[in-house]
């Protein structure tokens, strides 16, 4: 058998936190890449709800059962992020118009800066069309039902941190 | 060195004539895969101007020095050619918000009737994106410019189709 | 008990033919409006697939369990049919935003030329986004699976109208 | 005479503060809906213009002369209010794409949090497109003339909050 | 006085009819640029409603009294008559998103067609935002009423035209 | 040689900083209308990255070169700027689709406010559009190369500002 590539994908967000939208994605983009490496942008002008190594830890909890997957972060640019890595992809979600336009900007942007990554878009299944983290950590700091919106695995870590209290 | 992956992708078009736009995508796709297939999908209803055999030849000289990827055409359902051909990936370009709205639509549907192949969208490089298969019909038929506009191998036979005269 | 309103709404389409997409609009307007008629426009220009006495045969059989709907079907402006039957709503649904640029200007059109029926709009659910009746055409018509896209009571007519052939 | 429903509806938003366009929507909705709830929702994490119950106060000079429109605020989920109110629909005005996203996507979230109540979506008329709260504010900050863009019987309160001056 | 600049801007389009939208930026267009040619684009696969000749008489009509204001007609590329009118400037009207990634497409081919041509966009008044010339022929022809959707001059014949039939 | 218009033309924005975006947008703007004047529009709400008089300092070595330039800044409503400068025009660039929808809000309510000034709108070209102000601080902020992205005259300058060192 001959194998003609051997490729490496990169999934950035903020995962904050990480969602089942999210986690749909990582799953597909596992199946179709030799290795993706999920991480953590973090940006020194928004204000995240959860910590970097939260976040971090979320996810290793949620994609624990995916051999090919691992976990990271940086502070710096996503093009600085992918030279590293010698990634040769870039995977993005998309939702709707709105991600798309901004996306696209992005993906222009980062071709230009490095152009050895290609950046890669998956469509969101349906049933997560509606979901964000912002959306979730709105409905959960109200004390609303967020099950099923974030993997089970970190639910209650989730509800506590935003709600404060135990479920 | 092992092999985790050996991915099939397929590329499915009018390509009513191929463009630069469409070979831009075929080049990168190329060298994230294993295999490209670009395949000519035919459609009873739309009357096309170059014959199916026309399509696959322009394709076939455009892409003539890509080692890994095969032309081929099919009359059917997308979803059908994927599974017939064990695709792993359905490769689409995207060049603006209504691109987007009806690729999104195709994709969720064609993942609804096969869900074992994953689309994934790559943007059009900035400068392809004014560019598509109608435009260049549109100015070459009334005698317009197209140079730049689609693969020179095959510039000469669209002018002399489109316009009926040798340049 | 007093009774402030008695409100008519109208579901105008093609309905060429009814998908579950549609028969989720009229349930949901059904439950909020006092009575409802889903009415098939005919449109002299466009060629539908069915006729309309197929397509208002196949709406009566979808929601022949529902009390406070009608069907009929109109020839004309959908602004005249709203002043003959006194409608105090026009429903339509929702998709993606292409959808909505042309439903807006409709809306807007039918406000001037019958300013008395006021347009409303449901979203679709988010399992339905990417149905349409000219997707069930597309699919079906090829020999594709069309289970689930339109209602079980009318899918073996539909699939032996469209690919000549029983089930 | 038989009365089939007896429909709830409620109009949240911030109103920070009611323009002419909310006034609009407001009399549309209470045409077709036999109770009108419009309801100010406060956000903590927002840092509004006026307070509730400046706001709520703006709305019922507003509304005075509508005789099935009730004012309420709230702080929390909208969803838990449309339960706590048993509201039959939540109605939303739609001016443009931007809007049309966002609101497809709290529509689709309210659907999954609390599905007794539909979200229904009225059109702006072509008039108060351009007109938002904020731009209110903007040129009401700066000293320019927002006659017309909000309810006259507000307006000298609005100008003396925003600009500091009596007119 | 010194004349900087003698501005030649032309406005291109189907005109199929003129309605009030065209004739407002006709308006506009030529209080700005020296000289303004309306120019109707003939295009071989479209079957218009109106002939050429129609189309140019009632704009003849519409733009009577503005004197910087010419009439023709041209079948070809919109580049090659931007260069034979040595236009320094091609004018359109921006009604919607649709609108928008159209326009975008063709000014940015037309750039690369014909660079000395600059594309400058106006938008349509509020109250023109629902308006074309097919919802016009759709209405018209339906015996609805088109009164204030053309200019006034042009009406009767559209009618007569469009119903076949005296008002 | 008679001259039927004397057009003054402002375009106005934060250019915080400007890019070549801006750049190009001025001088084909500059080519059309006898007088331009970019103006620096001052927003106490927005804390931009460089000071209004940097920013004129950094508009004026950038088009030193244009002789119908004029550079200006204004804290108050476009509106009213552009009453007392009697424009004639706005210039504004169009990138995607959410500038769109931003920028033609805008434009009808400056319309609306100062009826007698028109905005018109210029395609950004193909290769610049992904750039806006916002990204190349980012990329600046983070060490990331700008070069092709500002003008060359003030890339040191920018440099120094955003990210402390000199190249």
Redesign the interface.
Known sequence: ???????TAIYPGSFDPVTVGHLDIIR?AA?????LIVVVMTNAKKAPSFTVSERVDMLKKTVADIP?VKIDSYE??L??YAKKTKA??IIRG?R???D??YE??M???N???YPDT??????T???N??L?SS?VKQ?GS????IRGFVPDVIHDFIIKRLYGKDE
């Open positions: 058998m001959i194998c003609l590539k051997n490729t597909r199946s179709l890449f030799d290795n090919n710096g640019l093009a600085d040769d992809v998309l709707a118009v709105s798309f336009e696209f900007q993906a222009l942007t071709k230009k800066l290609e950046t890669l878009f998956l469509t299944s349906a049933e069309m509606y964000s959306i409905i109200m004390g609303g039902n």
